[in-house]
Each structure stands twice: as structure tokens, then as C-alpha cells.
């Protein structure tokens, strides 16, 4: 009986010091918690050893002592913990009783229904107002939560709402409507093509258009940051953007994209007219050599008809002093110049005459020929890039497996372009090839009136003499 008792009295001892000694456990790694485990071990061994060996060396009176002090901190602690555990209980009751007492208050005054709808709200509106790029504008304090994230953690919870959480859903709603229509200027990081990020003034039109340095701005909704488009669009555009950057007060115009960044995307992704003929490949190469050979032809040879008609015109002026600078000077010379020729049969004459003029109108008719040529050749060489195109696009289906849109953009890009360069080119040249036709005509029809005209007069003095 007594070894049972001093093994009990070793057992309560072993755990009160366990009781007493703090356990603090390292978090740095494994080992440190590995060795913090062992040094704790090793010190309730030896305090158990110590509080074992000052019982053994009591005396027995002191071991009821010991024992009984034991016992009564035992039921102390014991008393404590029934004290406490009906104490959670009721609380407990307190609680539940409290949580359906608000349950049915807020029945009573439809609030379930209001939390609902304002989460609901501030769920649509986190999406939102993530995409809107007035929140570069506004960014969060350090610490908190940005408009979205605060939205989106309200619209999420379960837990009833504050005044404080109420009041701002209604504040951002408000500050989003109001930014919407305004015209704003504020300091925010602008991302550059290189990828570097630097601040700069930004001027906001609504939610819809940004601007920064006379360059438009692209809206990112997944890092919320403004970055520079790597293609601004048309210098037309650009112009715009000054304006509205140099403007003091009052009202200027401004390129406003309604769709918030959509159109003005598409429109600065538009290839241009070097990308769309380096899509046209070799074809459209060839297209545009024609039409440009065709153009210098027809500018060199629109500048001597100019020249040639407004040297005939001097000349009509003044036939009593032909010169040979000009067509109608030399046709004149070739009939007046030989008196024999003069003196010959009219049939002779009027030959010789004849021979005058078309000396001349290889001359003025040159180049058109080959005007006539390309504008015959360039929608024949446009539709050969045309078949090239489509047969590459039936390529692209054979080989993927698929009608992928993006698969067949490369051809039906190139079979588009051929057809449009064959076609601008044949379209102006036909034009041009008119004009020189009507400025060639316009010559020969003066030197024809003119050489007909003197042998007229040729033949009536010969029949007067």
C-alpha cells in the first residue's frame, strides 16, 4: 500500500512539473524543433527525478503533507475548470439566444433581403470596376484593400454587414458615376514600350479614353496599370491628344473611344500598308514595280506633251518664223523648206506632208502602249495572287484539320492585297493613259489642220498661177 501511494505521489509530482515548465518551440526548422524537444524532455527528467528523490527522502509525515497539498491543488484546479466549462455553457446559450433574436429582427425588418441585394451589387460592381480604368486613379491606401478587392471580399462574406461596409459599397458606386463623366488629371505609373514603369501626368476622359506625353494609353485590367501602346494611330489622332493636353479650360475636341479601349485597340493592331504588301509577297511586288515603271512613264512623258503643246501654241502665234523646236515648226519647214515640193502635184505633196506628221506622232503617242499594258496586266497579275492565296488557305485547312480563322488569315490576306494592288494600279493608269491620249490627239489635230491647211493654200495659188 505504501509503494502504491509513493508511486501516486511520484505521478502527481511528474505532472505538476510538467504543469510548470513552459514549452516553447522553435519554428526555424525541423532540427531546432528536433533539439527543443529533446532539451524539454531532458528538463521534466530531471525535475521528475529531483521532486522523486526530495519525496523518497521525506519522512512519512511529510509525505501525507506533500500528498495532500496535491490532492487540493488537484480539486482546485478541477472546481476551476467545472466553474469555467458551465460558464462557457451558458454563455453558449447567451449566444444562440442572441443570434436568433437578431435572425428575427432582421426578418422583421427585411435586412436579409437588403444584405442580399447589396452583396449582389457589390459583386457586379467589383467586376466592373476592375476593368475601369478610373481606378488607376484611385489607388489604396498602404494597408488596405482596393476598390475590387473590398467589393469582392464583401460580396463573399457571411457574416452581417457594418454601417461602415454599407457606406463604402455606396461610396464607390457613387465615385465610380461621378469619374465617369469627368475630365480628370492626376500623377499615375505609365508602363513604357520597354517595360519600365515611370510616372507621368495622365489626363482621363471618363472611363473611356487615357492620354499621357501626347500619346494615347492602354487600360490592363489584370495588373491595373497604364501602359503606352507599342503603334500609336494616325498623326490626325495625335494632333487631338496636344490639343487636349495643352488646353487650360473650356471645351476641345478629343478622340473618346466608347467601347473603353476596344476600337482604339483595333485600330492601332491595323497593319500597315508596308505589312499588308509584305503579305502580298512576291506578286504584289511585281504589281507595284509595273505600276511604278507605268507612273514614271507616264510623268516623263505628260511633262514633253505639256512642253510640246504650249511650244505649238507659240508657234501658232507666229508661222511667219517657223523654228524647229517644235512639231508644228518642223512639219511646217519640211513643206515650205523645198520649193520643188511646192512646185510638185498635189498627191506628192500631201504625201510628203503626211510623212511630216507621223515622223512626229511616234513621239507624242509614246508610253501609251505600255500604259494600255499594265492596266491589262495588273488585275490579271492580282488575280494570279489571288489563286496563290487561296491556295494556301485550302493548304492550312488540309493540314490542321480545321477552318481555324487564324490559320487562314495569312492567305486570304494575300489573296485580298493582290487583288486590291492589281486593281490600284490599273484604275490610275487608266486614267492616265487617257490624259496623254487626249494631249497626243490634242498636237496631231493642230499639226494635221495645220499641214492640210498649207497645202490648200498650195494648190489654190498653183491653180490661180
Known sequence: MSNIRNLFLCAAAAVLSVAAVPVVFAQDSLDALLDEVQAVRADELKAFEQRSAEFNAASADQQQKMLAGAEAKRDGLAAASSTLSDEFSANELKINDAKKSLREKAATLGLSEIFGVSRQVAA????????????????????????????????????????????????????EMTASGQVAKYQANVVQPGGQATAAEVIRIGAFTATSDGKFLDYLPSLMTLNVYPRQPPAEFLAYVDELQSASGGYVEAVVDSARGVLLSLYVERPTWGKRIELGEEVGYVILFIGGAALLAFFGQLLFLVMTRMAVGRQLKNLTQLSRNNPLGRVLLAFKGDPNLIEQDADIAELRISEAVLREVPKLERFQSFLRLS????????????????????????????????????????????????????????FANAVLTSLSKSVSQILDEQAVGMLAESIEKQRRG
Open 375 to 430: 492596266v491589262a496586266a495588273g488585275p490579271l497579275l492580282g488575280l494570279i495572287g489571288t489563286v496563290l492565296g487561296m491556295i494556301m488557305t485550302f493548304q492550312s485547312i488540309t493540314e490542321s484539320g480545321s477552318s481555324d480563322p487564324k490559320l487562314m488569315a495569312a492567305g486570304i490576306g494575300q489573296a485580298m492585297i493582290a487583288t486590291v494592288l492589281g486593281l490600284g494600279i490599273a484604275i490610275p493608269l487608266l
Open 124 to 175: 457586379d460592381t467589383a467586376t466592373l470596376l476592375r476593368q475601369s480604368l478610373i481606378s488607376t486613379q484611385f489607388p489604396p491606401a498602404k494597408g488596405e484593400m482596393s476598390r475590387d478587392e473590398f467589393l469582392r471580399t464583401y460580396a463573399a462574406s457571411q457574416a452581417t454587414p457594418t454601417p461602415a461596409d454599407l457606406e463604402r459599397v455606396w461610396f464607390e458606386l457613387q465615385r
